[in-house]
């Protein structure tokens, strides 16, 4: 009763937040510099074409009214058409989005579960031989994942694997990948999702390892072993579980920068996803894509959110009592 | 721990070592087929209202003109087999070919002409380029308002003829035709809005198009019954790829056959000297210069804007920003364009004759001199690499600060359209191969690429002269534009030319027969590729 008591005010609270992130997206475009229609128009483009463009797009109406189109029928899942068309498939915003949306989610997703899964390995592994040469191995892995950036990665990736060893595919299958299964595709997603999973995994590292350091120290987990329960399962079956309630947590806030690295990564693999398409959106000034895009983002955000906060109590009844 | 350590350090040596060698991924290719990449999507699938260079360059190989820039950049007959312009040089006559055959099987006519540029002049195609190519034509403005359907100065006269009125005699004007804007469309297939699918991409060049995936790639295929012969090429494959490190890496592994290096990523040749026989630097007809706003106060007099120009090192900057690729330019107008004068000096490199000028108009202390900024493509390297050295320069040579403002594409775009860069960076690539289009076309008083308030009646008059002038009278035209050259960058400095555009191109050895213009590859009628010898 409780927990559908807090999912429902977190939705509610989810509305004005979405209505305040659609507004200011829909405004940024309007204060951006650089109008869409003198962008269309081109470096060619006289005042009276520029005038023409911004008339067949609408963009000489008031912005209230256009957010107010733009705000409900995005509520229908309708963000209009890119003003970069490019043919059937690639002109309505909603298409595009569905087409790519699906690739960039399931590799954040790979990546997340990645991520979890090592970080929360390494992170036990350096609790557990604190001090020696398993943690500061972990240490200086998620070290170096946090500080090295994902642009740097990539190229890295590509020259090592794709180049040099030649073990791996360096960019997508083009068009082949549509006829490809998720396991024909693995090789392909292999070095975007490691690359994307990385950061996520060494902040995962450190806190699992901090919450492992902090959970062996407990007169408890003393008492077990003095009591004879084996190693393994006192590390298993009672420490595990004080390390996942700050690695959920972590996995909330690394969504939103999977879903913004995914921009960098898919750019350098050529991976027809979101945000490869958003990179092209934003250097082409295609705002119906860029308002849709961020909308989209916003929602996945909350929606992972909402998710953790569910599973919190879960892991941890004292969160579900002091709620 | 160890153990498992070392175990799992076997376990990954071992993948590595059957996996290698599985994704070298064509070191070979297909022979007839041309892979190479483009850095984003096609922006336009019309002809009549595309205008990047890299989107210019795929619909080349779909449409054509009637004329066309072959290997000596000689202005010569495409579809129109011949031309004769009338003694007032208002009128031209073109004889198209026969039996040439659009995609869509049928012959190409005098119809296709005229419908290909009415629709090319009709405002439901919202043309961003029609009104600076197309304006000269009899009819235009009022096909352009809506006021006709059509435009009159353009008649049918029989099947393979037509005939064209412009205003007012220009010698240059058959070279607009060579302009996107001008290709020839199906008129039975197109209809009167934009072109957004590959489906109506109907014209009569070699290559049809056969796929287009967004952020993938496009795939043009032979066109068998191109009135030239069919071409050698069985398809040509454009991957898009928007990271140029992508590109790059996308060469070396042998899944390009050709790619088109960042300027300034000449060293990366150096590090990889296998591919140093495969490297070509290419002209282009561009030229990037630092223009001036007269409506600033502070460069309102001439000598400020030569101080600026003398204190300049443009010798260093090609040096050690593009080490030494691009080549430096004094004045406007490229090498290879027509009327280029080589024997040109410019302003020379003189930092004691640039501060003697800055302090003559006013400025003998040059901290007085307000802090200038300085606008530039930000998305542009090499943009940036002349910006910083533009802003050392100035502050040792002449004791002058500016500002350096990187501004994203579009908003320097409205900025320049508004006249409101007081001072910035910027390119000028040719439209057609005549002076006129880098002198009058960008700096004539009424022109309308002339945002920066500049005027000169001498100037203006010499445009006016040579731009009437016939063709075989080009070395009298010629003569007029250097000397409004000389005008608008020694008298005048509006401009501070820096270099002439070069670009560096990988291509493997096994690709033959590709032809070029100064404008860039033309459509691949003789290219091929064959790894299998």
């Known amino acids: 009763m409780l927990l559908a008591k807090r999912i429902g005010a977190r939705l509610l609270w989810a509305i004005p937040t979405l209505v305040f992130i659609s507004f200011i997206t829909f405004g940024i475009a309007e204060l951006a510099p650089g109008d869409a229609a003198t962008t269309l128009a081109g470096e060619h483009g006289d005042a009276a074409t520029v005038k023409r463009i911004r008339e067949d797009l609408g963009l000489n109406r008031p912005f209230l009214v256009r957010y107010w189109e733009f705000a409900t029928n995005a509520l229908r899942g309708d963000f209009g058409k890119s003003w970069y ?239 | 721990m160890r153990f498992c350590f070392a175990i799992l350090v076997v376990c990954a040596l071992t993948v590595v070592g059957c996996s290698k060698g599985k994704y070298s991924a064509g070191k070979a290719g297909e022979d007839h087929v041309l892979v190479y990449p483009m850095p984003n999507n096609p922006t336009k699938l019309d002809p009549a209202t595309v205008e990047d260079g890299d989107t210019l360059e795929v619909l080349t190989q779909v449409y054509e003109g009637l004329v066309e820039y072959n290997e000596h950049n000689e202005l010569v007959g495409n579809l129109a087999e011949s031309w004769e312009v009338s003694d007032d040089g208002l009128t031209y006559t073109f004889h198209l070919k026969k039996s040439v055959k659009l995609h869509s099987g049928r012959e190409m006519t005098a119809e296709d002409v005229k419908f290909s540029w009415d629709r090319a002049a009709t405002p439901s195609i919202l043309s961003p380029t029609a009104e600076g190519y197309m304006a000269d034509i009899v009819g235009f403005d009022e096909c352009w308002s809506g006021q006709a359907k059509g435009l009159s100065g353009v008649e049918v006269v029989d099947p393979y003829t037509v005939r064209v009125r412009i205003k007012e005699p220009k010698a240059y004007w058959p070279m607009y035709l060579q302009y996107a804007c001008y290709f020839i469309v199906d008129k039975d297939v197109v209809g009167m809005q934009p072109i957004q699918s590959a489906e109506r991409m109907v014209g009569t060049g070699p290559f049809t198009v056969e796929q287009m995936v967004a952020d993938q790639q496009v795939v043009l295929r032979r066109f068998n019954d191109y009135h030239k012969g069919a071409p050698k090429l069985q398809k040509i494959i454009r991957l898009i790829a928007q990271d140029p490190n992508t590109r790059r890496s996308l060469y070396e592994n042998g899944q390009v056959h050709w790619v088109q290096l960042e300027r300034q990523d000449k060293q990366y040749v150096d590090q990889h000297p296998e591919f140093k026989n495969q490297m070509h630097i290419v002209d282009r007809p561009a030229i990037w210069y630092l223009g001036f706003s007269v409506k600033e106060r502070a460069f309102q007099d001439a000598r400020v804007r030569k101080a600026f120009a003398m204190a300049i090192n443009k010798d260093r900057i090609i040096k050690e920003g593009f080490d030494g690729i691009n080549q430096r330019a004094n004045g406007i107008v490229p090498p290879n364009i027509p009327g280029h004068n080589p024997d040109f000096r410019g302003l020379p490199f003189d930092p004691a004759a640039a501060r003697r000028l800055l302090a003559e108009a006013g400025y003998s202390d040059p901290k007085t001199f307000p802090v200038m900024p300085m606008y530039f493509r930000a998305d542009r390297a090499d943009a940036r690499i002349v910006a910083q050295h533009v802003q050392q320069d100035l502050m040792q040579n002449l004791g002058v600060s500016i500002e350096l403002q990187p501004m994203e594409w579009k908003a320097l775009l409205e900025k320049r359209n508004k006249g409101e860069l007081p001072f910035f960076h910027l390119r000028w690539h040719a439209d057609y191969l005549d002076p006129q289009n880098f002198l009058s076309f960008m700096l004539h008083s009424k022109a309308r690429e002339n945002t920066l308030g500049y005027s000169n009646p001498r100037f203006d008059q010499l445009c006016d002269t040579a731009d009437r002038m016939p063709l075989t009278q080009n070395e009298e035209r010629f003569r007029l534009y250097q000397e409004a050259e000389r005008i608008a960058v020694v008298e005048d400095a509006i401009w501070i030319p820096i270099y002439f555009q070069r670009d560096i191109e990988l291509i493997r050895p096994e690709i033959t027969g590709i032809r070029r213009s100064l404008m860039g590859p033309l459509p691949h009628i003789e290219t091929d590729v064959v790894f299998s010898k």
Not at chain 1, 158 to 183: C, D, G, H, R
Not at chain 1, 216 to 223: P, V, W
């Open chain 1, 85 to 323: 068309p490019l043919g059937d498939q690639d002109t309505y915003v909603r298409d595009i989005l569905r087409t790519r949306a699906w690739r960039s989610l399931q590799m954040a997703a790979l990546a997340i579960v990645l991520a979890a899964f090592f970080g929360v390995l390494l992170g036990m592994v350096a609790g557990i031989w604190h001090n020696r040469f398993p943690d500061r191995l972990a240490v200086a892995f998620s070290t170096l994942g946090i500080c090295v950036p994902n642009f740097v990665l990539a190229p890295l990736f590509i020259l090592i694997f794709a180049l040099k060893l030649e073990v791996l595919p360096m960019t997508w299958p083009s068009v082949t990948a549509a006829e490809m299964s998720f396991v024909e595709l693995i090789p392909y997603m292999l070095m975007p999702v490691v690359i994307l999973a990385t950061r996520p995994a060494a902040v995962i590292t450190r806190l699992a390892r901090a919450a492992m350091i902090d959970t062996l120290s407990q007169d408890f987990i003393r008492t077990a072993l003095a009591k004879g329960v084996p190693f393994t399962r006192m590390v298993f079956h009672h420490a595990l579980r004080n390390t996942l309630v700050p690695v959920a947590t972590a996995i909330g806030t690394s969504f939103g920068y999977l879903l913004t690295g995914s921009f960098i990564v898919e750019t350098a693999f050529r991976v027809p996803g979101l945000g490869q398409k958003t990179i092209d959106a934003i250097y082409k000034g295609d705002y119906p894509i860029i308002q849709a895009v961020v909308l989209l983002f916003a929602v996945t955000f909350i929606l992972v959110n909402l998710v953790v906060d569910v599973v919190l109590p879960m892991l941890d009844p004292r969160i579900r009592e002091s709620a």
